[in-house]
């Protein structure tokens, strides 16, 4: 990190902490990256010097070679022309070098070769047992949350009450401390704390608020995946990326509830854990079959399990009695288009592909999973828009990792 004056500040530089106002306003959020516009807020606010993140400009040409080189590899199954791939491109690129700069060392390929297996066991034969099988075993074994439940039948029935919405979420105290956590986060922006669910019911809404506490309250259920499988907080960190992204997406849209897309982000791949617990041995399998062959994980599992995560996440949320809309944009995030409406689901797709660009500077194991280029029409967005998302979420995911991890 090193400390500017306000004339040394140049575009593309990151900050590396909050600037406030005298006034205690907060003018820019620590991550940040600099705009012209941004410093001429900063002059007119009176701002005189900021600490920023070296920029990727001290690399080497080599360094920055180097940096291309290990990026262009996970863009290996896209088409590098399209607008918002590029986009998508320039933000992990950037994202990478500055990282670099930092001093964080780029993975060796040999770190992505096969571990060790043997000791994992699947429960099932593959190829002889169906996802609806598998996902029927697990529920039979494990129960959900009865908390769940209430919030569904809240958001079943029209008349529900303001009242009755923060009585039902009140009683679960880890929830509620994860709801209040949330609501007081960039994610809403509210300018005054909020120290109730009551009071979140009446700004945020009771329908939403009762959707955020469904995913919320489903996360509860994935608590004893085998460590050596997956680091969960690697899991959840893109998981709830990919919610982040998916709620500004949906912002761009009218009509769409933001909070219904974050849920649909935070759980697009829950079918992914229950092949962790009941295909152990196998899921790994395909976890290194796509980090050796720079595979998509999602093609990797089709050739090595003969189905997807999202064959298995389609009769978990059934079996669940999930809300209809919210299913199908996390059961056709891979295909948005094989959907009757399918720009839903094409807001998550846009969303785990950013997810994925988003996560390459930390050291990412996979390559993109492919952008639907007529999924991306469907949204009528400019690829500019990515960059502002980007921006809008270096601003609210630290706050909401720490709602949730």
Known sequence: MNRKSIDELKAGMVLASDLVAGDGRLLLRGGVKLADRHIGLLRRAGVEEAE???????????????????????????????????????????????????????????????????????????????????????????????IFFRIKEILEDESASADRIAKVVSTDLSLSAKLLKLVNSPLYGFSRGIDSISRAVTLVGGKELSTLALGVSAINYFKDIPPELVDMQTFWRHSITCGVFARLLAGTQSGLSPERFFIGGLLHDVGRLILFKKLPYAATEAMLFARENCLPLVEAELSVLGLRHTDIGKPLLESWHFPEGLAAMIDYHHDPMGYPNPLEPAIIHVADNLSNAVEIARGGMYVMPGLDEEAWDILGLDPEALYEAMERYSTQIDAVLDAFL
């Open 52 to 146: 920023v993140i070296p920029a990727p400009s001290v690399l080497s040409e080599a360094e920055l070679l180097a940096v291309e080189d290990y990026v262009r590899e996970f863009f290996l199954y896209v088409n590098p022309d399209h607008p918002a791939v590029a986009a998508m491109f320039r933000i992990a690129l950037d994202l990478t070098a500055v990282a670099v700069a930092e001093g964080r060392r780029l993975p060796d390929p040999a770190e992505r070769r096969a571990a060790n297996l043997e000791h994992l066991e699947d429960i099932f034969v593959r190829g002889l047992i169906s996802p609806e099988a598998i996902v029927r075993h697990e529920t039979e074994l494990a129960g959900f949350p009865d």
